[in-house]
């Protein structure tokens, strides 16, 4: 599985854009980026995941760049409650099943 | 709500106890994980269920034991857990069957946790 580099730590000011990047350089061609999030003690959210194209749903927008080797998840008006721990996770699913290898993610501090 | 429910939320339980934590997931899901998280410390995937056939044991210690008696449910049992073993157990749903390529159907949904507590 490939593994991801995200800088531990960031801030964003209330109602501004928050651009939390990613690094996976290893990605092989069927592997999938999925974004999720933790907030302090409660189970991991969903965000959006993505291949070569762009994704956006009603919580975010994902980027990956052409060569697939880094992608950035933007958070367009970020609130307080967005506040929480952000995972960037390659991975692809065989006969055995799906794996989502957690790293140390970023901590996005939300500031008014 | 995600549709994946776990209980207790929190557990306390001294070092010859047995319990068990439960995870049900309202999806119709046919995969479903467990996964422990201890403190200052990433995720660890522990075991994997498709169509309630276990597919994954990541090393885990006997003193875990798994159950998947259909696909909405997953239970772990626990007997004579060590005090490293506090730590939230989470619980994680997908569509299942594990054909290449399926991205969307696998992606995992979680549950809020139980925040297990050993004495």
């Known amino acids: 599985d490939a593994k991801t580099t995200q800088p531990p730590s960031m801030d964003c000011a209330e109602g501004r854009a928050a651009n939390l990047p990613c690094n996976h350089s290893?990605?092989?061609?069927?592997?999938?980026v999925y974004w999720y999030r933790q907030i302090h003690s409660q189970g991991p959210q969903y965000i959006i995941h993505?291949?070569?194209n762009n994704e956006t749903n009603e919580m975010a927008s994902l980027i990956i760049t052409e060569d697939r080797k880094s992608s950035t998840l933007i958070l367009p008006h970020a609130t307080l409650r967005d506040t929480a721990v952000y995972y960037c996770?390659?991975?692809?699913?065989?006969?055995?099943?799906?794996?989502?290898?957690f790293g140390q993610g970023t901590e996005l501090s939300v500031k008014p | 709500e995600t549709g994946v429910t776990q209980t207790p939320r929190h557990l306390v339980m001294g070092m010859t106890n047995k319990k068990s934590l439960k995870c049900e997931q309202h999806?119709?899901?046919?995969?479903m994980y467990w996964y422990k998280q201890s403190a200052k410390k990433p995720l660890e995937l522990m075991f994997v269920?498709?169509?309630?056939?276990?597919?994954e044991n990541n090393s885990v210690p006997s003193r875990f034991s798994p159950e998947c008696p259909n696909s909405s449910h997953l239970f772990l049992h626990l007997h004579t857990l060590q005090p490293e073993d506090s730590a939230l157990y989470l619980c994680?749903?997908?569509?299942?069957?594990?054909?290449?390529?399926?991205?969307?159907?696998?992606?995992?949904?979680f549950g809020p946790g139980t925040r297990l507590l050993v004495l």
């Open positions: 994680a749903s997908s569509q299942g069957g594990w054909a290449s390529g399926r991205g969307s159907q696998e992606t995992q949904y």
């Open positions: 290893t990605i092989s061609g069927n592997e999938y």
């Open positions: 993505g291949l070569k």
């Open positions: 996770i390659v991975s692809s699913y065989n006969n055995q099943g799906g794996k989502l290898i």
């Open positions: 999806l119709g899901h046919n995969a």
């Open positions: 269920y498709n169509f309630k056939e276990q597919t």
